[in-house]
């Protein structure tokens, strides 16, 4: 069963970069049919899809973010990689990893909150 | 980009009753439109993909319709643990998400 869990910092500070990492576990990031992203939800608010990957590295990212995003992948460790700079306290939220096959999500990370503040 | 108008944002429903969600377009999407199921504290959960098709393991209650701009989530005799928030999400141009629907029982 193909399981995905982001790590990293809780509390990141304004202005600074988020960092998180996704570790997929039962199933190879180096599959040809997939494609592994980041999803975010403020609390109590809606989705927002932040960007995806292939693993030969090919990236998408949602226009309104690409300026501040990064999104990589090392296959060797079976991991992607989250990085957002110059965060605000409007960047809180909930952080998923998933993977994306075709145009469905299929599967999730259980999440982990990031809190901007200083 | 492409906008999703998902209504209501919020509805309360006995058990038993049938529950319809709408989900607009900005534009023509297809039928590049999936739903998820989101209980609190949990990642989503894909239930419909493709306007119509039924993800496997998910109960036969649920449905989906349409095409172009305009498409329909309904679950045809609501029960308890169907209490969620919904949301649909188009795949036509990018990825967005509709602002969702959150069920309550009433």
């Known amino acids: 069963q193909l399981q995905l869990q982001e790590s990293g910092p809780g509390l990141v500070k304004p202005s600074e970069t988020l960092s998180l990492t996704c570790t997929v576990s039962?199933?190879?990031?180096?599959?040809?049919?997939?494609?592994w992203g980041w999803i975010r939800q403020p609390p109590g608010k809606g989705l927002e899809w932040i960007g995806s990957i292939y693993y030969s590295g090919s990236t998408y990212y949602n226009p309104s973010l690409k300026s501040r995003v990064t999104i990589s992948v090392d296959t060797s460790k079976n991991q992607f990689s989250l990085k957002l700079s110059s965060v605000t306290a409007a960047d809180t939220a909930v952080y998923y990893c998933?993977?994306?096959?075709?145009?469905?999500?299929?599967?999730w990370g259980q999440g982990t909150l990031v809190t901007v503040s200083s | 980009d492409i906008q999703m108008t998902q209504s209501p944002s919020s509805l309360s429903a006995s058990v038993g009753d049938r529950v319809t969600i709408t989900c607009q377009a900005s534009q023509d999407i297809s039928n590049y439109l999936n739903w998820y199921q989101q209980k609190p504290g949990k990642a989503p959960k894909l239930l419909i993909y493709?306007?119509?098709n039924l993800e496997t393991g998910v109960p036969s209650r649920f449905s989906g319709s349409g095409s172009g701009t305009d498409f329909t989530f309904t679950i045809s005799s609501l029960q308890p643990e169907d209490i969620a928030t919904y949301y649909c999400?188009?795949?036509?141009?990018?990825?967005?998400f509709g602002g969702g629907t959150k069920v309550e029982i009433k």
């Open positions: 998933a993977r994306r096959s075709s145009g469905l999500v299929d599967y």
């Open positions: 999400q188009q795949y036509d141009n990018s990825l967005t």
């Open positions: 493709d306007a119509s």
């Open positions: 039962g199933g190879s990031i180096s599959s040809s049919s997939y494609y």
